[in-house]
């Protein structure tokens, strides 16, 4: 009677309860237009690098700045012993007096034998043969004239300047050295650079600049050639984009072993912070299009592909193969193909273990929220 009565209960006892589906957020991909911005790596260059040479030969005297020292344009940089030009100059000048004293004899000479002629007594020959001499010693007074203008540039000369304002290198000769001047090869004396503005140079690819041609011929973007768009860098040891400028040059070929291209923007550089040999990473202008975005955080790694999990018809979880665009403001991303602007994205919940593709789900209306972009 008693086992009767236990087996009885074991039937009329209910049977362990199944789980219920997990509870997650789901939303729609927001529908935005967003811009693209396109990194490159680079390094920072200036606008404008000489190296500075004597153009006249001779001693050092005096060195008017410090290593590294910032300088304007007609700045005195080095001071060549001047007084063997000063001795050019004075020679110049006393065979100037020597011509002009010998212009005067031959106008004389001329202005007396004028009437001469007239009256028969000197032949026409003669005559001629003093005007000539006349042109001979104004054209000797003329080459003096040139003599002089020579050596007093030379004697400007002698003074070396700055040829632009900005940033000097350290001395490559002291004072008292021997320095070639000239068009030869003549001594290198220091180097500067401008820093303000300054350039960022960077190299693009093949299939970028396509992108960007054919962006330009539908009217979407305007070619770097024609206007500058706008770019951002950051420095290597900075997390936002803190730099700004535009581009104002590319190339006009690509270099066929590479299969790139350089491009250059023009960077504002008040502080002087930048130098030239910085490296930066930059962001360009890449246009604006319409875009589907999820959060980030519901991106999943699955080996090689990023999926995301959406769910269909039944409440049933399912994955989705999605290629990804950039990361936006406030955390969302930018999703390529795989997803339509219908498909309700799993976006709070994916990290429940019960949350995985054929599994069904209890879907919670849920938002994606756009942030503004900086």
């Not at 003093?130 to 054209?139: F, G, P, S, Y």
């Not at 007074?141 to 000369?157: G, N």
């Not at 008292?176 to 290198?188: D, I, Q, Y």
């Amino acid at each position: 009677m008693i086992a009767v009565l236990l087996v009885f209960t074991a039937y009329q006892r209910p049977a362990s309860a199944q789980a219920p589906p997990p509870p997650v957020s789901v939303a729609k991909p927001l529908a935005k237009k967003v811009t693209q911005w396109d990194e490159f790596s680079g390094r920072f260059e200036p606008v404008e690098s000489v190296e500075v040479r004597p153009r006249v030969s001779g001693f050092i005297e005096k060195i008017h700045f410090k290593d590294g020292q910032t300088v304007k344009a007609g700045d005195p940089l080095f001071s060549i012993d001047q007084r063997p030009f000063e001795i050019e100059v004075e020679s110049a000048e006393a065979t100037i007096e020597q011509r002009k004293a010998e212009v005067e004899l031959q106008l004389s000479e001329v202005e007396r034998a004028r009437p001469l002629v007239d009256s028969r007594t000197l032949t026409r020959r003669d005559f001629e043969t003093r005007e000539a001499n006349l042109a001979v010693a104004r054209a000797q007074l003329s080459a003096a004239e040139a003599t002089l203008r020579a050596a007093l540039l030379d004697l400007e000369w002698a003074t070396v300047v700055a040829p632009i304002s900005g940033r000097l290198s350290d001395r490559r000769v002291d004072v008292g050295a021997l320095v070639t001047g000239g068009a030869g090869a003549s001594t290198l004396l220091t180097t500067i650079v401008t820093l303000h503005p300054i350039y960022f140079m960077f190299d693009g690819s093949e299939a970028d600049y396509l992108r960007y041609i054919r962006l330009a011929r539908n009217g979407s973007r305007p070619s770097s050639r024609d206007e500058g768009n706008p770019v951002r860098i950051k420095l290597a040891d900075e997390d936002e984009w803190n730099w700004t400028g535009k581009m104002d040059f590319v190339d006009n070929r690509l270099d066929a072993r590479s299969g790139t291209i350089r491009g250059r923007a023009v960077i504002e550089n008040p502080d002087r912070f930048l130098t030239p040999g910085l490296f930066g990473r930059m962001q360009l202008f890449g246009g604006e299009f319409d875009a589907l975005l999820v959060p980030d955080k519901a991106i999943v790694s699955d080996q090689a592909r990023k999926i995301v999990f959406t769910v269909g018809e039944g409440d049933v979880v399912a994955a989705k193969s999605v290629e990804l665009g950039q990361l936006q403001p406030g955390g969302l991303r930018v999703i390529k193909s795989g997803l339509t602007p219908d498909d309700l994205v799993v976006i709070n919940g994916i990290a429940n273990p019960a949350v995985r593709p054929g599994a069904k789900v209890a879907p919670e209306a849920g938002e994606i929220v756009s942030a503004q972009s900086n």
